[in-house]
């Protein structure tokens, strides 16, 4: 009963909220959420392990479903392996990626729980929307990177032509998927980074629409440079959802100014090194009344300097 009754202190969030937490107790908070975070990917990584050869054989799947990965003995689709441990490693390194997805929500909030004391509640409330927007915009690239991995396997083993047997190597190969669909994911996070510069107030609705021209180059640039294939179909199409996004967000952004009253500020319009217009017409300030002057000080007289004082000393015997 007196457990029971026995009044609650604050919590660790209010602690390390207020500043009343020690330096050791945050380092000490530190390490027990790492340790759960290692945990649980530890334990995403015995499931990883498990579904390591579904998970090899979807990655596989853009290359197996075209005729020219078929053997013509076996009639299957088969990879070359150079070495002997390869693909234990890569179902090791596989099983690891798929962990660390599966323990993603125990990881992020022990990040977060950690983080989230240092931030005012408005930057919460925007890191919640940003996440929540951050995992379907991944999910989004990392599907396109798919697609655009079939269309330009298909155009290259094309090009190779019917007098060149193609054996891929399976470790590159999956790589070489992984790497396009990290890279998709992440310039579908773009959109997010344009969002954060309009609520934090860096950069206007008006203002991101401006650079639309800049941002059009900047996405093809990117594109034709990290899409693998020399063909323009996955170039095109990862510009254009660039575009697609970067577009949506600045016509958030214009929402986002709007309901924020931007750009009716007195000084909207007005550069830097200009002078702001006056809203009222000067009007001549008239004479003040004459005010009397008063008597003047008497000063008071100066004070003697007092006579010097005659010191004598008599000798000591």
Not at 37 to 52: C, T
Not at 98 to 111: C, E, N
Not at 207 to 231: E, G, H, I, N
Not at 293 to 306: D, F, G, K, S
Request: proline share 6%; aromatic share 12%.
């Amino acid at each position: 009963m007196a457990f029971a009754l026995r009044k609650r202190g604050p919590s660790t969030f209010a602690r390390a909220a207020d500043g009343s937490m020690t330096l050791i107790e945050h380092v000490r908070e530190l390490r027990n959420r790492l340790f759960k975070a290692s945990l649980a990917i530890l334990v995403g990584f015995g499931f990883g392990i498990w579904l390591a050869k579904p998970v090899r054989l979807l990655l596989s799947q853009p290359y197996c479903d075209l005729p020219a990965s078929i053997d013509p003995l076996s009639g299957k689709c088969k990879f070359v392996q150079l070495g002997v441990a390869d693909v234990f490693l890569l179902n090791l390194k596989i099983g690891l990626w798929v962990g660390l997805i599966i323990a993603a929500p125990v990881w992020l909030y022990q990040l977060w729980a950690f983080i989230a004391p240092g931030l005012h509640r408005h930057e919460r409330r925007y890191a919640y929307i940003f996440t929540a927007l951050a995992a379907p915009l991944f999910a989004a690239g990392a599907f396109l990177a798919f697609f655009v991995t079939t269309k330009g396997l298909e155009f290259l083993l094309d090009v190779s032509g019917d007098d060149i047997a193609t054996n891929l190597e399976v470790t590159r190969y999956i790589s070489f998927v992984t790497n396009l669909i990290l890279l998709f994911g992440v310039a579908f996070e773009f959109p997010l980074i344009v969002l954060m510069l309009n609520f934090v107030g860096i950069a206007s609705a008006k203002k991101l629409l401006s650079w639309w021209r800049v941002a059009v180059f900047v996405f093809f640039a990117f594109s034709a440079v990290v899409t693998p294939t020399p063909d323009p179909f996955g170039m095109t199409a990862l510009a254009i959802c660039l575009c697609a996004l970067y577009f949506a967000a600045v016509g958030v952004a214009f929402l986002n100014d709007r309901r924020k009253g931007r750009g009716k500020e007195i000084y909207e319009g007005v550069a830097d090194d200009e002078v702001s217009p006056l809203e009222f017409d000067a009007q001549p300030v008239e004479a003040g009344a004459r005010v009397d002057a008063t008597a003047p000080i008497p000063v008071p007289e100066p004070v003697a300097a007092p006579a010097p004082i005659d010191r004598r000393y008599d000798d000591m015997t």
